[in-house]
T-cell receptor, first 111, second 118 residues
Framework: SQQGEEDPQALSIQEGENATMNCSYK?????LQWYRQNSGRGLVHLIL?????REKHSGRLRVTLDTSKKSSSLLITASRAADTASYFC???????????FGAGTRLFVKA | GAVVSQHPSRVICKSGTSVKIECRSL??????MFWYRQFPKKSLMLMAT?????????EQGVEKDKFLINHASLTLSTLTVTSAHPEDSSFYIC??????????????FGPGTRLTVL
């Protein structure tokens, strides 16, 4: 079953702009992860944020987590055409050890 | 980092045949592996949790007899799609956690197997 819901479902921006994607989930979690997937390819792990963390950075990526609202956001700054991909949040819940994926956001960065 | 491989990467088969997909953890032992399927432009749906030496745990709505999972060793899990039909055409992805690593929260994904049933 799906855990997270993401918005927007699709996002089209110009190169150089920032892209923000949001994810909401339903249960208590140990951590939340963001992945990237290029069309027809496997998943690339981007960043993991634990339930006791509020913000995390990795290069041009910034992730926030609000456990009170059960939501997370992924910000990609100074986007590049190569950032064009689908982005998924995934939660690892406290009730088990499964990772459940959100619906994903398809990002298109125009050069 | 840990690596998970899948074989084959792509398979085309006729309707009614069975297809086996392998998932291997290359440099760590995986007592638990996970199988996901992904339809075009959709998210990954967890199908089942594969447990080494015991029966797999299937998610609600996933047919056990249709998708046979075997996890006979600590580095290999197989998913067999039995009597495949065109609606089984999908992208199948496996993953595993390295419970022996300092960070057991990281899940490692295979590159996926694209199944096309004619």
């Amino acid at each position: 079953s799906q855990q997270g819901e993401e918005d927007p479902q699709a996002l089209s921006i110009q190169e150089g702009e920032n892209a923000t994607m949001n994810c909401s989930y339903k249960t208590s979690i140990n951590n939340l992860q963001w992945y990237r997937q290029n069309s027809g390819r496997g998943l690339v792990h981007l960043i993991l944020i634990r339930s006791n963390e509020r913000e995390k950075h990795s290069g041009r990526l910034r992730v926030t987590l609000d456990t009170s609202k059960k939501s997370s956001s992924l910000l990609i700054t100074a986007s590049r055409a190569a950032d064009t991909a689908s982005y998924f949040c995934a939660t690892y819940d406290t009730g088990g050890f499964k990772t459940i994926f959100g619906a994903g956001t398809r990002l298109f960065v125009k050069a | 980092g840990a690596v998970v491989s899948q074989h084959p990467s792509r398979v085309i088969c006729k309707s009614g045949t069975s297809v086996k997909i392998e998932c291997r953890s290359l440099d760590f032992q995986a007592t638990t592996m996970f199988w996901y399927r992904q339809f075009p432009k959709k998210s990954l749906m967890l199908m089942a949790t594969s447990n080494e030496g015991s029966k797999a745990t299937y998610e609600q709505g996933v047919e056990k007899d249709k998708f046979l999972i075997n996890h006979a060793s600590l580095t290999l899990s197989t998913l067999t799609v039995t009597s495949a039909h065109p609606e089984d055409s999908s992208f199948y992805i496996c993953s595993a956690r390295d419970w022996g690593a300092p960070d057991t929260d990281t899940q490692y994904f295979g590159p996926g197997t694209r199944l096309t049933v004619l």
